[in-house]
């Protein structure tokens, strides 16, 4: 019988199948697509993220990142360096390849097909009809896992979307730029000397151009050529819960709130790590609590975030808020971008 199988086959999917083996477990992945696997994603890896990722000694090519820096369309401007080190922008297929190598060096295989049937046998689980004591899911915002186990959450009536592209050209900052709109964010972020990722978080319904609209000045700067879109969302998804008996959710597979933050995959990384720790540990229920921990002060800071700018009176004057009270927005970057601790 194998000790586990890990669904999905993306960022935190093969950590935790690293994890895994590491601890000595027998461990496969399943994920029908074939690597290297890309995502419309901001492309930015915080302190934190890295913090993870040097845990597992795998260290990504990219391009330096020194903090946040938030633009509207009037001037405003406010910045915040990261305090506990630098980030890190990363494009996901160099993150795919980067957790993939060590990864094939340990062993494990990819298996290229997707789960579809779970059935608890008490001690154990069938995972296709394969005996399995475990199995984690970290098979992305859409988790066929999580519907297969009823585990949907409605989400609400607001529909956030985002889309991402590359742009060949020299980035002219080492921060995260977030240019602020009426209705859209746009994210810059540098990921090679010769490359930056910008990526759009609209309502339902928003084309990458017409979004674009209501960013002039970032328009007018994009000046190489671009690369095709991709898409993500509803970016809201919500789970009941994050374990059910042998089966543990890790990652947007857990439920996921928005990418306002950027703090997704060093949740997803540190999740992974936990849910790890308690297959090992055969105390799988303790992984709620782990993961609702974890993913607290994010969840906390996105929802306040997301609720403000919603109101448009605060979103036009959030920037300049921010460049009037640097200090309050160098606190919430750097709650954001400092390591993440999982409970013992």
Not at 53 to 71: F, K, N, T
Not at 266 to 278: E, F, K, N, T
Not at 325 to 334: C, D, E, L, Q, T
């Amino acid at each position: 019988m194998r000790d586990l199988i890990v669904a999905g086959g993306g960022p935190v999917g093969l950590a935790a199948a690293l994890h895994a083996a590491r601890a000595g477990l027998d461990v496969s992945v399943r994920e029908p697509r074939q690597g290297p696997i890309d995502k419309a994603c901001g492309e930015g890896l915080m302190p934190g993220a890295l913090a993870e990722l040097d845990a597992l000694s795998v260290h990504p090519a990219g391009h330096r990142l020194d903090g946040i820096r938030y633009l509207d369309g009037s001037g405003a401007r406010a910045e915040a360096a990261f305090r506990v080190g630098p980030g890190r922008g990363v494009r996901r297929t160099t993150l795919h390849a980067a957790l993939s190598e060590p990864l094939a060096d340990t062993g494990v295989k990819i298996d290229d097909r997707a789960v579809r049937s779970v059935r608890d046998e008490g001690d154990h689980l069938l995972v296709d009809g394969e005996a399995t004591r475990y199995l984690v899911a970290a098979d992305g915002l859409h988790s066929p896992v999580r519907r297969l186990l009823g585990l949907e959450v409605a989400a609400g009536r607001r529909r956030r979307f985002g889309l991402r592209c590359h742009v060949e050209q020299a980035p002219w900052t080492p921060f995260v730029e977030v240019h602020w709109s009426s209705g859209a964010e746009a994210y810059v972020t540098p990921v090679a000397g010769d490359l930056i990722g910008v990526a759009l978080l609209t309502d339902a319904g928003t084309s990458f151009e017409d979004a674009l609209e209501g960013f002039p000045v970032l328009r007018e700067r994009l000046t190489g050529p671009r690369s095709k879109v991709m898409g993500a969302g509803p970016l809201r998804q919500r789970a009941r819960r994050r374990v059910v008996g042998r089966v543990l959710l890790v990652g947007d597979a857990a439920g996921y709130v928005d990418a306002l933050t950027g703090e997704g995959i060093a949740i997803g990384l540190a999740q992974a790590r936990a849910a790890v720790g308690c297959v090992v540990a055969e105390t799988p229920a303790r992984y709620e609590e782990k993961a609702r921990r974890i993913g607290r002060r994010h969840e906390l800071l996105t929802h306040a975030l997301l609720m403000a700018t919603a109101r448009q009176p605060v979103r036009r004057r959030l920037v300049a808020t921010a460049a009037r009270a640097p200090w309050v927005f160098s606190a919430a970057v750097n709650q954001l971008a400092r390591p993440i601790e999982v409970p013992a």
